[in-house]
């Protein structure tokens, strides 16, 4: 069975601030998939990142970076210098590489106040 | 990029009204969709993956008899809430996969948000 933990329900940070949101993940997979998906108010999904298990190189795009440890099994996701706009809730996800299902986490919602 | 259209994105309707959700990729052809159901303040629950020309594959708990879909073309899917009631009340998002590589993302559509009085 796949699970998705984010233990961070809501985090409240001033405009400005780094902020990093936790993801740690269960998987008898040797191989899967990673995601971040951003949830506006809006409600539409907008897809950030996938990383592939074997990959464990970090990636950084703009004010975006990205965590992944295998030996702890996590996949943080840190912003910075948040901006207002990226008030939302996150989604960490996880899918074996054999098919598509996608396993959520409870998500995060993030409120980055001026 | 790819795009995932929904609609309606917002029905309010009486109980026991069937309402149909549906969902278009507009520039990919996609042999597999899939519907989620997200309650207030929580995460997406898979409901079921939309196979286009087969049957849908239900997750355990979900009624196929209440959530019915239809995958007719590689560009359409469907999601028919039948005799819908209060608890059916949530917001429904398909997603799309691009491509037939099971390591494509999934590309979401803007999500239904449905109540039922």
């Known amino acids: 069975a796949q699970k998705v933990t984010q233990a961070q329900t809501e985090i409240s940070v001033v405009e400005k601030e780094d902020v990093t949101l936790d993801c740690v993940y269960e998987?008898?997979?040797?191989?899967?998939?990673l995601f971040w998906y951003k949830q506006p108010p809006s409600g539409e999904l907008v897809f950030l990142i996938r990383?592939?298990?074997?990959?464990?190189q970090n990636e950084i795009s703009g004010r975006y970076s990205w965590n992944f440890q295998k030996s702890t099994s996590s996949f943080n996701f840190t912003i910075t210098a948040s901006q207002v706009v990226d008030s939302a809730v996150y989604f960490c996800?996880?899918?074996?590489?054999?098919?598509?299902?996608?396993?959520f986490g409870e998500g995060t919602q993030l409120t980055v106040n001026p | 990029g790819a795009v995932v259209s929904q609609h309606p994105s917002r029905v309010i309707c009486k109980s026991g009204t069937s309402v149909k959700i549906e969902c278009r990729s507009l520039?990919?052809?996609?042999?597999?969709m899939f519907w989620y159901r997200q309650f207030p303040k929580q995460s997406l629950m898979l409901m079921a993956t939309?196979?286009?020309?087969?049957?849908?594959?239900?997750e355990q708990g979900v009624e196929k008899d209440k959530f019915l879909i239809n995958h007719a073309s590689l560009t359409l899917s469907t999601l028919t809430v039948t005799s819908a009631h209060p608890e059916d009340s949530s917001f429904y998002i398909c997603?799309?996969?691009?491509?037939?590589?099971?390591?494509?993302?999934?590309?979401f559509g803007d999500g239904t948000r449905l109540s039922i009085l």
């Open positions: 997603s799309a996969r691009l491509g037939r590589g099971s390591n494509q993302p999934q590309h």
């Open positions: 998987t008898r997979d040797t191989t899967y998939y």
């Open positions: 990383r592939n298990s074997f990959d464990e």
């Open positions: 996800a996880l899918s074996p590489a054999t098919g598509s299902r996608l396993t």
């Open positions: 520039d990919f052809q996609a042999t597999t």
């Open positions: 939309s196979n286009e020309g087969s049957k849908a594959t239900y």
